[in-house]
């Protein structure tokens, strides 16, 4: 356990090196899912780590034999400020994640209250609502039932007919594909780590560029690229375009102009050995945080034989 329970923290900084150009030589779907595994693991491997880090510091103790206390010594080498540096990061990390998952809990029947109120009574997919701010975005269905796509006034009329079927073709990708349960996987994957905030931004854009490109393929690169330009370039009454819609998968957000030129080019492919660093240095991960589990089981016996 000397050396490889430190691995898996460090793994987090090749991944998020690596996670933009998995997102240049991945298609959006692969590369979306791709990175939200990743995003996952590594979470994972963190806590587990960190988890080891903060029982190591707890193995050596005054009572015990000289000689278990020196096979103990033999096989851990973390100090006592170390376990205790990791025990604030552990807790630390599972109280902002408990925080991403009571706010995305709000947020969500917040966004189902606010379209109870525009459409009672009403099960109907598309909910347009007077806006002078463009938004369009989709909302996934409590308990697996059916989600609804929300857009503004002000949206229908920045877009022609072809246009708004690319922007409806983008909203319905979101919840066919249940795009939010991976954004949801890489907030908390942050909330655990810090050092994934890279790796969370690019799994974001992804999963923008997966419904972009279901968009064209339902009806065209061209129309979709002019559907998104022509949203963003709408002036609107200058607030956010999502002002009290919070918690959203939003048309217009994650790189918008890089959106764009990707439509406008032709469609990604995916280059599988460009997957292989990442994969690589997971794998490596994994199996560092296993063996030094194994470490500690063994320490744990000699403690507690």
Sequence with gaps: MIVTVYLPLLATLPLAWLAPMLGRRCAPAVAARLLTFLAGLAALVTLGALGLLMIGATLRRPELSREVA????????????????????????????????????????????????????????????????????????????????????????????????????????HLRHRHHRHALLLAAAQAVNPLLARLRAEGEFQIERWADEHSAHTTSRPIAARSLAAAALHPGDGRDATSGWTGALAYLRHRVTDRVAALSATAPTTTWAATTPALLVAVAATAALADAAGASIRLLELLYR
């Design 70 to 173: 020196t096979q103990i010594a033999d096989g851990d080498s973390v100090p006592a400020w170390l376990g205790a540096l990791a025990s604030v990061g552990l807790a630390a990390g599972l109280i902002r994640l408990g925080r991403i998952l009571a706010r995305q809990r709000h947020a969500a029947q917040a966004l189902h209250h606010a379209i109870a109120a525009h459409t009672p009574g009403s099960d109907q997919e598309l909910v347009v609502v007077p806006d002078s701010a463009c938004h369009a975005f989709a909302v996934p269905g409590r308990c697996g039932g059916r989600g609804r796509i929300v857009v503004s006034t002000a949206m229908l009329r920045a877009l022609d007919a072809s246009e708004r079927r690319a922007l409806l073709a983008h909203e319905r990708a």
